[in-house]
């Protein structure tokens, strides 16, 4: 019998079932000699005729175009086995809606971010005998929605950070209504599009007041349907909620009286056309009680959850009428064992002291109650709870608040700091997927582009962020410059591509960070083979290429100038004469005190001016020449003939600059051999040389490493690549600073920003949760396990298992759901033996290389193989 087709899903997101738009995508896992496979389906009860296709990724919708708010259910048959049902519902779309925007009428007295959130509400009358209700709803502004008093869905947060100038996200989820009188309330807080924006808590450069768009559909038995919708009939107050900062905090006082209400304001609002995210939405994703509790004065408890994460504190327990109760969250424990946020705080380029708080309150009504701050999210381990009465310790709790993103893949082996390292950088990556990959949840909370350029890759070995990426990236191009500049960050809440006089946008279009828009979408397309996130981002990455050729071509560095008053012909294709963060975050050298310091920070000028053209032009031909292989993939020959020549052209220019006869670079530091050699600029009869002189710095270095943003993640595979996986492990199990398990020895549950985050004095600096060094992990699925996809593989349809061992560890292990099916890779040793068991999915191919050089073909199915260890492994 034919194996059921299993795994049955489409490209969009939802809360509590999928959304889609018009014609969705369908996707299924592949059965083993299938051939063709039947789709069937029903779109409000009726069938659709049935289709033939061939392929199982990505099929594009075989029927007629979805109208708005339709219940479809889909499956999939081969031969004589058939899936279960699907299920998912279309959205409402623009042209279909006819509710008004309202906002409220605000005093407009409070203080930027100390605003309140405002109730808006009305009422209606339903009948007997209803089928089922949907809620479509949005904002402008952070939002939940209540019908009697029960709150709609189970996403947070709603309706996500987007670039809302050009994009805005509705949601869809199923309410309850009652024969008779029914209420709809919406409370409304500034969020992402009103509230503070980075580590220097600047206004939201979103114009325009908040709002709420909201129609709610009731289906009777009987066929009729009834819409109640926002519009000028609804009425506005101030809610309980007195004071809700997105980053700042929340405060609740449930003593407070209840405002008259008084009509809505409609129309203020200028939105772009609501559309509906591929993303999952962002979620309590689970509760954890406290690990301690403990009171160190009348009235103060220091709470200590056991994991830095994203979220906040959920209180049963609110005292007495009139009891406020303060909760102050931090990541960092002071030597008074009391939280300290001071490692955060931070000094703006115009000398203005900005203290970083994350700070709730809740005013008792002496009621029994649950206060959750969901206007609000904090990055935190640590809290200190302050209040005037007894605490129950069984009624404080953090619920960990994130993108409710589907986990893929799992990686364990025999030594436990390894697996430790492993959960730690999960950790901090799921603290930093809070509906967009920002570089920390706590200072600045923002999608810089580097940072998630470089943990990609990791990334697609953890969750399936395929959807989470897509909807991000659409940010991206949002927020892109009309001369073609990525901003550094996005959503871009600065808005600097309308603003350039600021200094952060004179800062724009950097190498390793605009290099988001070509690097990202080409990740996503290896991991699942989705040639339609190549398409979406097409001509936003050939507007960031082409501006950034002609930088090169057009500026350079000043050392250049002094060099040749006339460029050299192959400085066209140097890109150094524009600004680059470059490296960024390096390990810091000691002064003569013995202590740590910031070469920015000691010199800002000498770093900004620095040449770091050896970064720039070898990102330049690392994205000219994916571009290349994605117009190839896109039927765009004549621009791939073109770019993959002009990338060419900057390989010779770099080689010709940066690199001698020898094999050393100019700049003859490890981040540039890491870069070089693992973008493929080192001619092979030179690579040799250069890992040897990579090898030489380490060992200088006392055989730590000196990376920082760009190359870390790529420094241990270049090693094991060149044959000197002796000396990667060696950097992996190192224990003194700057080193991961040097992290953990100081406490890390997370991945920090700085290798010093946590210094032998016990003192904080900056973040302590920037997930980016965390790419190291993927060195453990790569080569500790040994599972990686071939170079010209999409979707993991052809891969490689080659195990790399360390003679400390006995056994690994891990899995992979990929969109062909799950791959599974398990080895022990025993007895100077090692025993690999590979399992293949179906429409899939491997390679199993055994570590003493043993290669066999593995086709789909599970395959054992065994060798003998040398000495040392």
């Known amino acids: 019998m034919t194996q059921q087709p299993q795994g049955l899903r489409i490209d969009s997101g ?94 407009g007295d409070e203080p930027f971010g100390q605003r309140p959130a405002y109730t808006l509400s009305t009422d209606f009358e339903a009948r007997e005998g209803v089928r089922s209700v949907r809620l479509y709803s949005t904002a402008l502004g952070v939002y939940e929605a209540f019908v009697n008093g029960v709150r709609v869905g189970t996403a947070e947060l709603s309706p996500g950070s987007t670039s809302y100038d050009r994009t805005l996200y509705a949601q869809a989820a199923a309410a309850a209504v009652l024969p008779g009188a029914n209420r709809i309330e919406v409370l409304l807080s500034d969020g992402w599009v009103r509230g503070e924006v980075g580590a220097f808590r600047e206004p939201a450069g979103w114009d325009g007041p908040t709002g709420v768009r909201l ?66 939405p962002v979620r309590v994703v689970e509760t954890r009680p406290a690990v301690s509790l403990k009171q160190i004065d009348d009235g103060t408890w220091i709470a200590d959850f056991g994991q830095n994460a994203s979220g906040w504190i959920a209180l049963g327990d609110l005292g007495p009428a009139g009891t406020r109760t303060v909760i102050e969250y931090g990541e960092h424990l002071g030597p008074d064992g009391d939280p300290t ?6 000094t703006s380029p115009e000398g203005k002291e900005v203290v970083f708080r994350q700070r709730d309150e809740v005013v008792s009504s002496g009621a029994p109650g649950m206060f959750e701050p969901r206007h609000t999210v904090h990055g935190f381990q640590y809290a200190r709870i302050t209040r005037d009465a007894p605490l129950d310790a069984e009624a404080v709790a953090m619920r960990v608040v994130h993108s409710d993103l589907a986990p893929v893949g799992d990686f364990a082996c025999s ?119 190549l398409a979406e981002n097409w001509e936003a990455m050939v507007r960031w290429v082409e501006w950034a050729l002609g930088n090169a071509a057009s500026a350079r560095h000043a050392s250049r100038i002094e060099r040749s008053a006339e460029p050299l012909p192959h400085e066209r294709y140097l890109w150094d004469g524009s600004f680059h963060w470059g490296e960024w975050c390096e390990p810091k050298p000691k002064g003569p005190d013995g202590k740590a310091y910031d070469p920015i920070q000691v010199n800002p000028t000498a770093w900004f001016t620095s040449d770091k053209g050896e970064i720039g032009t070898a990102y330049l031909y690392r994205s000219t020449s994916v571009l290349a292989r994605i117009a190839g993939l896109l039927g765009r020959s004549e621009e791939a003939e073109r770019y993959s020549a002009t990338a060419a052209r900057v390989l010779d220019a770099w080689r010709t600059e940066f690199l001698d006869e020898h094999g050393r670079t100019a700049v003859d530091n490890q981040p540039s ?55 990667a492990y060696e950097l992996l199990f190192q224990r003194t600073e700057p080193s991961w398990l040097g992290m953990l020895d100081r406490g890390a549950t997370t991945i920090w920003e700085n290798w010093d985050g946590v210094d032998e004095d016990g003192e904080a600096h900056e973040s302590l949760n920037h997930y980016s060094k965390g790419a190291v992990i993927r060195f453990l699925h790569t080569h500790t396990l040994g599972l990686r996809q071939d170079e010209d593989s999409a979707a993991w349809e052809s891969f490689t298992v080659a195990p790399v061992p360390h003679a400390s560890l006995t056994w690994a292990r891990g899995h992979l759901d990929t969109p062909q099916g799950t791959i599974r890779v398990d080895w022990a040793v025993e007895g100077g033996e090692l025993a690999l068991t590979v399992e293949v999915p179906p429409g899939t191919s491997a390679t199993i290389i055994l570590p003493d050089g043993t290669t066999r073909a593995a086709a789909p199915g599970v395959h054992r193989a065994a060798c003998r260890l040398d000495e040392g492994h």
Request: proline letters at 7%.
């Open 215 to 280: 129609e709610l559909h009731i289906a009777y038995e009987d066929g009729a349907t009834q819409v109640v919708r926002s519009d000028r009939s609804w009425t506005s107050r101030r809610s309980q909620v007195v004071r809700a900062g997105l980053m700042d905090g929340q405060t609740v006082d449930l003593q407070a009286a209840r405002e008259d209400p008084v009509p809505v304001l409609t129309c203020r609002v200028e939105a772009p056309p609501v559309d509906w995210s591929p993303a999952p």
């Open 415 to 533: 030594d436990t700091d390894l697996n430790r390292l492993h959960e730690v950088a999960k950790w901090s990556f799921r603290g930093n997927a809070v509906d967009i990959p920002t570089d920390c949840p706590t200072r600045e909370r923002i999608g810089w582009t580097g940072d998630y350029q470089v943990f990609a890759p990791t990334a697609t070995r953890l969750y399936d962020v395929l959807g989470f990426s897509r909807k991000w990236l659409r940010s991206v191009r949002d927020d892109q410059w009309e001369d073609g500049r990525i901003a550094s960050f996005s959503p871009d809440g600065r808005r600097t591509k309308l603003n350039p006089q600021l200094r952060l946008a004179m800062m724009t279009g950097s190498a390793g960070w605009a290099d988001a828009i070509v690097l990202v979408p080409w990740e996503l397309y290896t991991a699942y083979g989705d040639t339609e996130v």
């Open 673 to 727: 051999y890491v870069r070089a050699l693992h973008f493929g600029l080192i001619p092979e009869g030179l690579r040799e040389r250069a890992v040897n002189r990579l090898a030489e710095l380490i060992r200088e270095a006392d055989t730590h490493l000196t990376t920082g943003f760009l190359a870390t993640a790529d420094l241990l595979p270049v090693l094991a690549d060149h044959g000197r996986a002796d000396l």
């Open 341 to 346: 946020t001071a490692h955060l705080d931070a």
């Open 14 to 107: 939802g809360d509590q079932f999928p959304v889609s738009g018009p014609a969705p995508r369908l996707s299924w896992l592949p059965v083993a000699d299938a051939g063709r496979y039947r789709l069937e389906a029903e779109v409000d009860g009726e069938a659709q005729t049935p289709v033939e296709v061939d392929g199982h990724r990505f099929v594009p919708w075989p029927w007629a175009p979805l109208g708005s708010a339709r219940r479809v259910r889909w499956r999939v048959r081969t031969g004589d086995a058939v899936s279960d049902w699907h299920a998912f519902e279309s959205g409402l779309f623009e042209a279909d809606w006819t509710a008004e925007w309202i906002s409220p009428v605000e005093t």
